[in-house]
């Protein structure tokens, strides 16, 4: 049977004539007849995997809670839930679009709809539409404010990946991406922009910096070799010292934000809490981690970024 796929010569090493035996999976029989690659789209928005929902999500329960004193309201809690699957979905579908050619050059990420060619580009971008429409119009249910401050979550959304080309910590972008949310979330509630929510804001980049960091030290050696940059090959040995600042910088400006909104002592004892267990990652870094261990690292942090949240809530229950 002749090679179905344009680019199995550079998958094999095979000519684009060489009969070789194709097996297709039952996804992509089903995908076949019903005209829609149904299992390529759940794998390209990751719907599998909802870590980064929950670390771009738990900064704006943050900026919720702290701007109403402890009691959002259940509407806004939905909206901002809603918005956090959708603007991360958006987010990873703009990363695998810019970043096709290098997944297929790191292990990791070969088998990925578009790096592995199982996806046309089109459906992509047509799943990308439908996504980012359902998120513009969450924003007519939240104050005019947020509606000006919405274009530069996406614009952030859409810089990162290409930040990889040019900035020796990408890290620092996605930061900023990550916590734009909790501005949009205060102004949500506040209609206006005081100053904890610019201690959480930077409190939530300085954490994605640090999760983040961690995050790419599985794709350290691919990484170094076709060229893409990251925090993990930038700071080398002093990784560990890097991932440390970050997160002490977070820990300080979550205590600000917390004392300027006059919340409770059991605040407190959960970012005194999160610092040790902090210390104990930090601890872990000076040694080599292998890629599955830095994942396990990684993933941990929605439980440290979860324990804050209790905190924040209980502080104002005292």
Same mark, same amino acid.
Not at 1 to 10: E, I
Not at 83 to 106: C, Y
Not at 180 to 199: E, F, I, K, N, Y
């Given at each position: =049977?002749?090679?179905?796929? #344009?680019?199995?010569?550079?998958?094999?090493?095979?000519?684009?004539?060489?009969?070789?035996?194709?097996?297709?999976?039952?996804?992509?029989? +089903?995908?076949?007849?019903?005209?829609?690659?149904?299992?390529?789209? *759940?794998?390209?928005?990751? &719907?599998? #995997?909802?870590?980064?929902?929950? $670390?771009?999500?738990?900064?704006?329960?943050?900026?919720?809670?702290?701007?109403?004193?402890?009691?959002?309201?259940?509407? +806004? @809690?939905?909206?901002?839930?809603?918005?956090?699957?959708? =603007?991360?979905?958006?987010?990873?579908?703009? #990363?695998?679009?810019?970043?096709?050619?290098? !997944?297929?050059?790191?292990?990791?990420? /070969?088998?990925?709809?578009?790096?592995?060619?199982?996806?046309?580009?089109?459906?992509?971008?047509?799943?990308?539409?439908? *996504? $980012?429409?359902?998120?513009?119009?969450?924003?007519?249910?939240?104050?005019? +404010?947020? =509606?000006?401050?919405?274009?530069?979550?996406?614009? +952030?959304? %859409?810089?990162?990946?290409?930040?990889?080309?040019?900035?020796?910590?990408?890290?620092?972008?996605?930061? &900023?991406?990550?916590?734009?949310?909790?501005?949009?979330?205060?102004?949500?509630?506040? %209609?206006?922009?005081?100053?904890?929510?610019?201690?959480?804001?930077?409190?939530?980049?300085?954490?994605?910096?640090?999760?983040?960091? @961690?995050?790419?030290?599985?794709?350290?050696? !691919? !990484?170094?070799?076709?060229?893409? /940059?990251?925090?993990?090959?930038?700071?080398?040995?002093?990784?560990?010292?890097?991932?440390?600042?970050?997160?002490?910088?977070?820990?300080?400006?979550?205590?600000?934000?917390?004392?300027?909104? /006059?919340?409770?002592?059991?605040?407190? %004892?959960?970012?005194?809490?999160?610092?040790?267990?902090?210390?104990?990652?930090?601890?872990?870094?000076?040694?080599?981690? !292998?890629?599955?261990?830095?994942?396990?690292?990684?993933?941990?942090?929605?439980?440290?970024?979860?324990? @804050?949240?209790?905190? =924040?809530?209980?502080?104002?229950?005292?």
């Amino acid at each position: =049977m002749p090679c179905r796929h #344009n680019r199995c010569d550079k998958l094999t090493g095979l000519g684009p004539y060489a009969k070789v035996p194709v097996m297709t999976p039952p996804s992509a029989s +089903l995908a076949a007849s019903s005209g829609v690659p149904w299992a390529a789209l *759940i794998r390209l928005i990751r &719907l599998r #995997n909802q870590t980064g929902t929950a $670390l771009l999500l738990i900064p704006t329960l943050w900026s919720l809670v702290l701007a109403t004193h402890g009691l959002p309201a259940l509407r +806004l @809690i939905a909206i901002f839930v809603a918005g956090s699957f959708l =603007m991360r979905s958006a987010g990873v579908i703009l #990363n695998d679009l810019a970043d096709q050619s290098f !997944d297929r050059e790191v292990a990791r990420t /070969k088998v990925r709809p578009l790096a592995s060619g199982e996806l046309p580009r089109s459906f992509a971008w047509a799943l990308l539409s439908i *996504i $980012l429409l359902a998120a513009a119009t969450l924003l007519f249910f939240l104050h005019p +404010l947020v =509606m000006w401050l919405a274009p530069v979550a996406l614009c +952030l959304a %859409a810089l990162y990946p290409f930040s990889k080309r040019w900035i020796p910590v990408p890290q620092a972008v996605l930061g &900023l991406a990550f916590g734009w949310g909790t501005v949009m979330a205060w102004a949500a509630v506040q %209609a206006r922009l005081d100053l904890p929510v610019w201690c959480l804001f930077a409190a939530a980049a300085a954490w994605a910096v640090a999760y983040d960091t @961690i995050y790419a030290l599985q794709d350290r050696e !691919d !990484d170094g070799r076709i060229g893409v /940059k990251s925090a993990a090959l930038f700071f080398g040995s002093l990784t560990w010292l890097a991932v440390g600042a970050a997160l002490c910088t977070m820990l300080v400006l979550l205590g600000a934000a917390g004392w300027m909104t /006059k919340i409770g002592w059991p605040y407190y %004892a959960a970012l005194l809490s999160v610092g040790l267990f902090f210390a104990v990652q930090i601890a872990e870094l000076r040694r080599p981690v !292998d890629p599955h261990r830095a994942f396990a690292l990684f993933r941990a942090h929605v439980w440290a970024g979860a324990l @804050i949240l209790g905190g =924040m809530v209980a502080g104002f229950l005292v």
